[in-house]
């Protein structure tokens, strides 16, 4: 009996030591611009809308040296597709984009990829989902938008919030048949760039 006390005393700390190579991000969504919208539109105003809206259906992070390419998916099958309001960025909220545990190391890449039936749209003040105008984001829908930058170290058997910041300014232009997107954003904090292939 002894030896079996001695022998569990000496094997559980080792258990727990190979069971937390994990970690737990959360992954916000905030706006760099502080700008209002209508700086960003060429002939509308903040006023003329709503809402502004994404559908997320992949939210990925990429770390180096992993299995199926480094790659986990954060967002859950019953949350997809996950609705972004860029309007409510711009109203100087933080948005939860999603959580999930991945793979301690170094992170170095984010992925988001967009509905391919409905990448978004925007709602129009006053307006209900009927009287939406198309939103057009090139290759969202595709290989996505990529963020890339210096590797990020996440340490295992903590939580880790990164703030990726959409400078709505930048982002939004008018287009003939509705609101054209071309995401800028960054992870505060950190050099990224966003690459659309």
């Not at 986990?72 to 109203?91: C, G, K, N, Q």
């Not at 984009?97 to 190391?105: K, R, S, T, V, Y």
């Not at 595709?142 to 058997?157: D, H, N, R, V, Y």
Request: glycine share 10%; hydrophobic share 40%.
């Amino acid at each position: 009996m002894r030896f079996t006390q001695i022998l569990v005393a000496l094997l559980l700390p080792l258990a727990f030591a190979c069971g937390s190579d994990t970690a737990t991000v959360r992954l916000v969504a905030g706006d760099a611009s502080g700008q209002a919208l209508q700086q960003a539109l060429d002939s509308r105003s903040a006023d003329d809308f709503d809402s502004i809206l994404l559908n997320v259906v992949s939210l990925r992070v990429r770390m180096s040296g992993g299995s199926d390419g480094g790659w986990t998916e954060l967002l859950r099958d019953e949350d997809r597709p996950f609705v972004l309001d860029l309007h409510r960025l711009l109203a100087g909220e933080l948005i939860e984009l999603a959580e999930g545990e991945i793979p301690a190391g170094k992170l170095t890449e984010i992925r988001f990829v967009l509905d391919a039936k409905d990448p978004g749209y925007a709602i129009p003040a006053g307006g209900t989902p009927e009287d939406r105008i198309a939103v057009r984001v090139p290759s969202g829908t595709t290989s996505g938008l990529k963020l890339k930058g210096p590797a990020i170290s996440i340490e295992e058997g903590g939580t880790h919030e990164l703030v990726v910041d959409f400078d709505v300014q930048a982002s939004i232009k008018d287009d003939k048949d509705g609101l054209r997107i071309r995401p800028v954003i960054r992870l505060r904090g950190v050099e990224t760039e966003a690459v659309v292939d």
